[in-house]
């Protein structure tokens, strides 16, 4: 076609509850500076609907996976998410996304990087951006991936089929360390705090220290604007507590609050993404959650009553529960920690981008 855009193939999927366009590593450009460019014109950031790109003008939709062959032998794929801003021309890619990831291993299938097997196909896959291996287990009767299926996650309407996912050495994801500072608790401006670098790095603090229940809704918790500047302001304390220095324009750590459970679960939970509040909980966050309540005296295990694996974990989010099992491995001392999430193929096409861009 002859006009003045370049077309980029892509695949837009919904991992768990995000979406985004994946792209194969060899299709954007490999130098990162250009790459963050190009990605900025894909999505439209620096507009708030993001309103000349595909990006969904929130944090959950502009949200990018790159996917290509590994770097690692022991791994079959390499995965590398890229957190687009929304308001500002900014790409960010020191975090993990596990809901992204559940889409991985079905993408990396139909793009011709894993060859599937009959019944079941295991995929593990290294994230790039935390140096860590994640086993993606999919549906893949006579070696065909399924996207339909009776597995419902909260936060996603309909059914679909499930992907599993095992975090099998879910520590140190920037840091290489459980807890960066060495203390199980530590106190921020007057509020108690874990800070965690498990699937992500994270602050955790109480709910009820800030006159919360934890319990809130989403747009209640960013409509607070005390809260948020008191939130903000901890989690960039806490950024240089952990040797990420001035985070102002990283999302991590992310700010988690934990409070009582209201709805039979175990805890109550509200992830900020840092300065939106997720409408349910990124997969990462849950897996470092359960992560923080198996050491003793971390706010998590203490708001556990002294918590221990092996034993599932229920977290009540803005619209509805996450369940992550928590077993101890038979060699080694980090459990592992599984989570169930689903994903669907959206959009096969073209990213079109100006060339002078």
């Given at each position: 076609m002859q006009d003045d855009l370049l077309r980029i193939p892509c695949v837009i999927m919904r991992g768990g509850t995000s979406k985004g366009p994946f792209f194969l590593a060899s299709d954007l450009p490999a130098d990162p500076t250009e790459r963050d460019a190009l990605l900025v014109?894909?999505?439209?950031?620096?507009?708030?609907?993001?309103?000349?790109?595909?990006?969904?003008?929130?944090?959950?939709?502009?949200?990018?996976?790159?996917?290509?062959?590994?770097?690692?032998?022991?791994?079959?794929?390499?995965?590398?998410?890229?957190?687009?801003?929304?308001?500002?021309?900014?790409?960010?890619?020191?975090?993990?996304?596990?809901?992204?990831?559940?889409?991985?291993?079905?993408?990396?299938?139909?793009a011709g990087l894993v060859a599937a097997r009959d019944g079941e196909t295991r995929v593990k896959v290294h994230n790039v951006n935390t140096g860590k291996i994640i086993e993606a287990r999919i549906h893949t009767p006579r070696g065909e991936v399924r996207y339909q299926g009776d597995a419902t996650i909260d936060g996603v309407p309909g059914d679909a089929a499930p992907v599993f996912l095992?975090?099998?050495?879910?520590?140190?994801?920037?840091?290489?360390?459980?807890?960066?500072?060495?203390?199980?608790?530590?106190?921020?401006?007057?509020?108690?705090?874990?800070?965690?670098?498990?699937?992500?790095?994270?602050?955790?603090?109480?709910?009820?220290?800030?006159?919360?229940?934890?319990?809130?809704?989403?747009?209640?918790?960013?409509?607070?604007?005390?809260?948020?500047?008191?939130?903000?302001?901890?989690?960039?304390?806490?950024?240089?507590r952990m040797g990420f220095g001035d985070v102002a324009n990283s999302v991590l750590p992310k700010p988690i609050l934990i409070g009582a459970p209201a709805?039979?679960?175990?805890?109550?939970?509200?992830?900020?993404?840092?300065?939106?509040?997720?409408?349910?909980?990124?997969?990462?966050?849950?897996?470092?959650?359960?992560?923080?309540?198996?050491?003793?005296?971390?706010?998590?295990?203490?708001?556990?009553?002294?918590?221990?694996?092996?034993?599932?974990l229920t977290f009540e989010h803005p619209t509805g529960r996450m369940t992550v099992r928590v077993e101890n491995q038979a060699s080694g001392n980090v459990p592992v920690v599984y989570v169930m999430r689903t994903c669907r193929r959206l959009f096969e096409g073209s990213a079109l981008v100006r060339r002078k861009a």
């Open positions: 014109e894909i999505m439209g950031s620096g507009h708030p609907l993001q309103i000349d790109g595909i990006g969904g003008g929130n944090t959950l939709s502009s949200k990018v996976a790159i996917v290509g062959p590994a770097t690692r032998a022991d791994a079959d794929v390499d995965y590398l998410f890229a957190q687009v801003k929304v308001d500002t021309a900014l790409v960010d890619t020191a975090p993990n996304c596990g809901n992204m990831l559940s889409a991985v291993a079905p993408f990396a299938i139909s095992a975090f099998h050495d879910a520590v140190g994801a920037k840091t290489g360390r459980l807890l960066p500072t060495n203390a199980v608790m530590e106190t921020i401006q007057g509020r108690s705090a874990t800070l965690i670098d498990g699937a992500t790095s994270a602050v955790i603090l109480l709910a009820e220290e800030f006159g919360l229940t934890g319990s809130e809704t989403a747009r209640s918790l960013e409509a607070n604007d005390d809260f948020a500047r008191q939130l903000e302001s901890i989690r960039r304390e806490a950024g240089l709805k039979g679960g175990d805890l109550a939970i509200r992830y900020f993404t840092p300065l939106t509040c997720h409408t349910s909980l990124a997969t990462t966050g849950a897996v470092t959650v359960a992560m923080a309540a198996t050491v003793a005296g971390t706010v998590v295990n203490r708001a556990l009553n002294n918590w221990s694996a092996p034993a599932e």
